[in-house]
């Protein structure tokens, strides 16, 4: 990806200020350079929004032809999928309410408008949900009942279900991303934060289901977390992807709509803050992600949060968002390991920290499947089997250069940050 290309487009996407001159700036791209760029559009979550930006100031021809008539059909299909899953979510709240199970939803229809004006833009695979503990066994019944199947996952939490009639678990095209018959899951979650895996304590509170509201969007009726713990999910489901260097671009553009079009409601802002202030590292990842939205997307910070948060983020966190965060953030966090300098300084534990670092830079896990056989024939097997090769070794040469750049990089920073005490 040109990374050039990447900054004008997000600074097309600025949430504060005009966006006609970035557009003017797109001209000075090839076509080779659009062609390359579409791959990060998808991935990145933002070329709807990117799509829907150009036509709204009249500039259409900003891109090539072609690439105009992918992005019409892209929101097209992105319309049926977004009908389709509103169906299924419905389904899904009904099964929990006649079954007793009291949750609230994260994320996806959640964040409309809030987060997200429009719900064509927003690229959503899952529904999340948070359950009392103790509900999970009758949650988990419940759906089997209504035919969706347990995934296995290498990780115990959250426990993740999907119907057995949705079982494409990968895109053969990335345009199969937008398309209604591409597999989505149902998320599981008893808590908002994993410390145990992490490393991270945050002493959260245990009230986020009490504080819940009603929410009636369309149509839909769905119990959805407070305000000001929604946000404080955002700020914990970015930090956390940070942490896993893959954070795509779009987590950081809804987070600075809704800083620019909520930053007038002092109400809300202080409601936030008082609710952040029970836990402080709590306050650095806030700082970490506000500074990233607000800088990639020009979002104006409410007068709150840039005293008590923004201008107080402590050294070195603000370094290292300036010195490797944005970049990293256009490259949706997967260029470098360059996160694991940020985790540190989040890990009090040393003997975690050496763990958390060899699991990082040396995954032993099985890779993700990346291609599978579009038929049964011995071809279409031979060809998934290639590339999938071809993807597990990419994977590895990925990791023993970023695991290079990392090391070296960390003896620089810890020099940056005896220098800057």
């Not at 050039?4 to 600025?14: D, P, V, Y």
């Not at 970035?22 to 791209?29: K, M, T, Y």
């Not at 553009?253 to 936030?272: K, S």
């Not at 540190?344 to 920290?353: G, I, L, N």
């Amino acid at each position: 990806m040109n990374h050039a290309l990447a900054g004008e487009i997000a600074s097309c996407l600025r949430v504060s200020s005009p966006s006609v001159d970035h557009v003017r700036n797109l001209a000075a791209f090839s076509r080779g350079d659009w062609k390359r760029a579409q791959e990060w559009l998808d991935y990145s979550g933002v070329a709807l929004w990117f799509w829907d930006r150009l036509k709204g100031v009249g500039a259409r021809d900003a891109v090539p032809p072609e690439i105009g008539e992918r992005l019409d059909r892209l929101i097209t299909d992105h319309s049926f999928r977004v009908v389709s899953m509103a169906e299924e979510f419905d389904s899904i709240n009904r099964i929990f309410e006649r079954a007793g199970v009291e949750y609230a939803v994260l994320k996806g229809f959640a964040l409309i408008p809030e987060y997200t004006p429009d719900v064509r833009l927003r690229l959503a695979s899952d529904y999340d949900y948070l359950l009392p503990a103790e509900s999970m066994e009758r949650a988990a019944q419940a759906l089997r009942d209504a035919g969706y199947i347990r995934r296995l996952e290498r990780v115990e939490h959250p426990v993740v279900y999907a119907h057995s009639t949705n079982t494409q678990r990968m895109p053969l095209r990335r345009d199969d991303l937008y398309s209604a018959s591409f597999h989505r899951a149902v998320e599981l979650h008893t808590r908002l934060w994993e410390p145990g895996t992490l490393k991270i304590p945050l002493g959260l509170p245990d009230d986020f289901l009490t504080r819940r509201r009603l929410r009636n969007w369309q149509g839909l009726h769905f119990y959805a977390l407070a305000e000001e713990d929604e946000l404080i999910f955002q700020v914990l489901h970015v930090f956390r992807h940070i942490l896993e260097c893959w954070c795509r671009l779009c987590s950081f553009l809804e987070i600075a709509y809704f800083l620019e079009h909520r930053r007038g409601d002092a109400d809300f802002w202080q409601r936030f803050s008082e609710r952040s202030r029970f836990s402080p590292p709590l306050a650095g990842m806030a700082g970490v992600v506000f500074s990233l939205a607000g800088g990639l997307f020009g979002a104006a910070f409410p007068a709150v949060i840039d005293a008590d948060v923004i201008r107080t983020l402590r050294y070195p966190l603000d370094h290292w968002v300036n010195r490797y965060g944005y970049e990293s953030a256009l490259a949706n966090f997967a260029d470098n390991k360059y996160s694991l300098l940020l985790y540190r300084e989040f890990v009090p534990d040393d003997t975690a920290w050496r763990e958390i670092r060899r699991r990082r830079l040396f995954p032993l896990h099985r890779p993700a499947r990346a291609a599978q056989a579009s038929t049964s024939k011995f071809s279409a097997r031979l060809a998934a089997g290639r590339k999938q090769g071809s993807y597990v070794a990419r994977r590895l040469l990925h990791h023993l250069i970023a695991a290079v750049k990392y090391t070296w990089e960390s003896f620089r920073w810890e020099r940056i940050k005896i220098a800057g005490q």
